[in-house]
Nanobody
């Protein structure tokens, strides 16, 4: 089994920044794609950003230009740099990866106060 653990969430004022980290461990062979989803209260989980092993990334329109996803393949870690945060970014953020099947982290709460 692969374990996925996020960190870096918290409370931040609007306009501030946070950096989320996600480290995968366990039976790691080759992780094709890693990314971040988020789920706000009362809403469905939505894609925030994804990145392939080769470094190709994609973003939701709502975060484009504000968030940056990156990964360190040697450390099996993916990051999400979140700048210019808005109250609408408030959600539980989940790390996600593909290695034969989907794996999910436990989620980390991000709260953006106005």
């Amino acid at each position: 089994q692969v374990q996925v653990v996020e960190s870096g969430g918290g409370l931040v004022q609007a306009g501030g920044s946070l950096r989320l980290s996600c480290a995968a461990s366990g039976r790691i062979l080759s992780i094709k794609t890693m990314g971040w989803f988020r789920q706000a209260s009362g809403k469905q989980r939505e894609l925030v950003a994804v990145i392939t092993r080769g470094g190709t990334s994609d973003y939701a329109d709502s975060v484009k230009g504000r968030f940056t996803i990156s990964r360190d393949n040697a450390k099996n870690t993916v990051y999400l740099q979140m700048n210019s945060l808005k109250p609408e970014d408030t959600a539980v953020y989940y790390c996600w990866l593909i290695q034969g099947q989907d794996y999910w982290g436990q989620g980390t709460q991000v709260t953006v106060a106005s």
